[in-house]
Nanobody, 120 residues
Framework: QVQLVESGGGLVQAGGSLKLSCAASGRTFSSYFMGWFRQAPGKEREFVGSINRSFGRTYYADSVKGRFTISRDIALNTVYLQMNSLKPDDTAVYYC?????????????WGQGTQVTVSS
């Protein structure tokens, strides 16, 4: 059983920054990748990015590449999403996920979601 707990969401002005955290607990050994999806009202769920938990290789959606950075703290079993140059289009609920593939397509574990709101 794996649990993911997210934090760090909030309200920020366009051009600002936020940092999300996702802390994992339980038996995460088969969840090689951790990262985020986001979903805005009326829109499809969108992959944001992920990181290989062991080796640190990162994967990003084109929409966030160059602005967002994923990192990890192995000791804390935590991954971070540093979001810079935020735009109103980044407004969404961000969900942490863990699974066996870099696009998180088959993730078995999900966080509770955290709201990110970017004002213009």
């Amino acid at each position: 059983q794996v649990q993911l707990v997210e934090s760090g969401g909030g309200l920020v002005q366009a051009g600002g920054s936020l940092k999300l955290s996702c802390a994992a607990s339980g038996r995460t050994f088969s969840s090689y990748f951790m990262g985020w999806f986001r979903q805005a009202p009326g829109k499809e769920r969108e992959f944001v990015g992920s990181i290989n938990r062991s080796f640190g290789r990162t994967y990003y959606a084109d929409s966030v590449k160059g602005r967002f950075t994923i990192s990890r703290d192995i000791a804390l079993n935590t991954v971070y999403l540093q979001m810079n140059s935020l735009k109103p289009d980044d407004t969404a609920v961000y969900y942490c996920a863990a699974g066996p593939d870099p696009r998180l397509s088959r993730s078995d574990y999900w966080g509770q979601g955290t709201q990110v709101t970017v004002s213009s």
